[in-house]
């Protein structure tokens, strides 16, 4: 689908460097460990939901050798109307499993420069970015985008009652979301995770050591990001920290079509829905007896 990720712009740049392979994803994918094997650099751009009828040929013709293909993955999360068949929910859940993979999800259109940037100097395993159907936040692009460091996130904005941890696109509704809850007196740290694998354990330990509630917050199914900050509280043996986790994420259910805006707030992942989230726990930890002092 060249129209469809945009490659039709990068074949007519460059000719004899995009192939189209038409709805053939399996082949699309060994076909790139080939030139991955001969120290080439490319680039299998697949919207998520396609991607999964390639499964077979991620794990054994480019996981177990570790080659270093990028996965450009389209339409990752909601998709308007273009249905159920095209909802990319499972990408975070289906390639985190896989050992030796650099998984990074864009917070807004220049953090994608930098991750393409990043998945392009990669040379020793395979990575994927993924990214939504939709437009842009409307950021500043760099000239260039530059490689940042693997498996680190950052503080986008810092507050003391509740800490969000956004992976991807919803980033942007988090950030709206932390500004009514300062309206109403509660003060959110806000961090992007960028990268579900290697997951920062630095940053997921900082945010539950100094929060009484943390919220993971992605466009993806359970058994997604959510699941890989359990596994490092777990592996840094922070298992108390567990019961301060609030992972949301896409419903347990297929969502249907309809606007993309709709969809994202039936699934809760919109500025009310997170608002809406954040104050249900809250109130529920009050009503426990445990004030954020207690928490912490």
Not at 38 to 54: C, D, K, V
Not at 57 to 72: E, G, K, M, W, Y
Not at 262 to 291: H, K
Request: with cysteine.
């Amino acid at each position: 689908m060249p129209s469809g990720t945009g490659l039709d712009k990068f074949a007519a740049a460059f000719p004899d460097r995009c192939f189209d392979v038409g709805i053939a994803e399996q082949h699309a994918v060994t076909f790139c460990a080939g030139p991955a094997a001969e120290g080439y650099r490319p680039f299998a751009a697949i919207y998520s939901t396609f991607l999964q009828r390639a499964f077979d040929q991620i794990v054994h013709d480019v996981a177990i050798q570790r080659l270093p293909v990028r996965f450009a993955i389209d339409r990752a999360g909601m998709v308007g109307a273009d249905g159920v068949t095209h909802q990319g929910s499972f990408d975070i859940a289906y390639l985190g499993c896989l050992p030796g993979f650099v998984l990074m999800a864009a917070g807004d259109e220049a953090d994608l420069m930098h991750m393409i940037a990043t998945a392009a100097v990669i040379d020793d395993r395979p990575s994927a970015i993924r990214y939504p159907r939709g437009e842009a936040t409307g950021t500043v692009l760099p000239d260039r985008g530059t490689p940042l460091e693997i498996g680190r996130g950052r503080i986008v904005a810092e507050g003391c009652d509740v800490a969000i941890l956004s992976y991807g696109a919803r980033l942007s509704d988090v950030l709206a979301a932390r500004a009514v809850l300062a309206e109403q007196g509660i003060y959110a740290t806000v961090a992007d995770a960028r990268f579900a694998k290697p997951i920062d354990d630095a940053l997921v330990a900082r945010l539950f050591r100094e929060h009484p509630i943390v919220l993971t917050v992605e466009e993806g199914s359970i058994g997604g990001f959510s699941a890989q900050a359990v596994d490092s509280l777990v592996r840094q043996r922070r298992h108390g920290l567990l019961d301060r986790l609030v992972p949301v994420y896409l419903p347990d259910m297929f969502i249907d079509h309809d606007k993309l805006q709709d969809q994202i707030a039936q699934a809760g992942l919109c500025t009310n829905g997170l608002v809406a989230r954040v104050l249900e726990v809250m109130r529920l930890a009050s009503s426990r007896g445990r004030s954020p002092g207690v928490w912490r």
